[in-house]
């Protein structure tokens, strides 16, 4: 009668040249090696656990949250979650999103920083050179 789901999310980037994009633009804006670069996909309206009670009104007295309080007053917490967990049924559910085609061109000064890195690279090096 009653349900966990768990939901995954499964993208599908076959079709899709966001892969490619989200490199281009991660190699043209790393400044600091320190920073994260790893990404992550969601979608806003996902849930990742959902208790389901498929017919209203039919949880046992005993699964109240009232029942459970006095479970952890009592110490009891861990006992009153493994009697639910064994009571009750479980699915998984995966979201498959199939990703398409993006309209992505680079920015007209999108290496801009770069290049004024490397001219202040040379410019460092030819001074060194002159110096040393």
């Not at 009653?2 to 790393?30: G, P």
């Not at 995966?94 to 000064?109: A, E, G, L, N």
Request: net charge neutral; aromatic share 12%; glycine share 6%.
């Amino acid at each position: 009668l009653m349900t966990e789901i768990d939901t995954n999310l499964e993208c599908d980037f076959s079709q899709s040249n966001y892969l490619h994009c989200y490199e281009h633009w991660r190699t043209a804006n790393r400044w600091d090696i320190h920073a994260d670069e790893t990404r992550s996909e969601f979608l806003p309206s996902r849930c990742e656990a959902i208790l389901a009670e498929w017919v209203s009104g039919v949880k046992p007295c005993w699964m109240r949250s009232s029942v459970y309080v006095l479970a952890t007053l009592l110490n009891f917490a861990g006992c009153f979650r493994l009697a639910v967990q064994t009571r009750r049924g479980r699915q998984s559910f995966t979201y498959k999103r199939v990703c398409y085609m993006i309209d992505y061109s680079p920015p007209q000064d999108g290496h801009r920083h770069a290049m004024q890195f490397l001219g202040a690279l040379s410019a460092g090096m030819s001074l060194a050179c002159a110096v040393g």
